[in-house]
């Protein structure tokens, strides 16, 4: 930072990193199992979940660098779980959602 002060971005940054190295691929494993998915899918997770926890330490740096290491990663551990929910649910809902507005514009 242009005040000497801590880069807080950097280094939320390279934190999330470490988890998403070291520690996610578990998660995402252990949460692929429990819901059947294959392994494509479970690569297709673990990069839009690194993502999704990259845009968190970028959005609360400063919290995220405060944090003790195990609530970090229970923050990220959760945020995990909930992304992978949303995307199992989020995906059949939204192709059926299509599949019913394309039948609605034919029936019209």
């Known amino acids: 930072m ?10 939320a940054l ?3 990193d470490q988890f998403n190295t070291r520690l996610l691929p578990q998660a995402i494993r252990r949460l692929a199992g429990r819901r059947g998915l294959c392994r ?8 839009d979940t690194a993502q999704e926890l990259r845009l968190d ?7 995220i ?4 290491p195990p609530e ?3 923050r990220w551990f959760r945020a995990t779980e909930r992304f992978v929910y949303r995307q ?13 507005a394309e039948s609605d514009r034919k029936s019209t």
């Open 72 to 74: 970090r990663h229970q």
């Open 40 to 47: 494509t899918q479970q690569r297709d997770l673990l990069e």
């Open 88 to 100: 199992r649910l989020a995906a059949p809902r939204l192709h059926e959602s299509a599949e019913g």
């Open 2 to 11: 242009a005040d000497g002060g801590p880069d807080f971005a950097a280094q």
């Open 65 to 68: 660098c405060a944090m003790p």
């Open 57 to 63: 330490a970028l959005e609360h740096a400063q919290a």
């Open 14 to 16: 390279a934190l999330v």
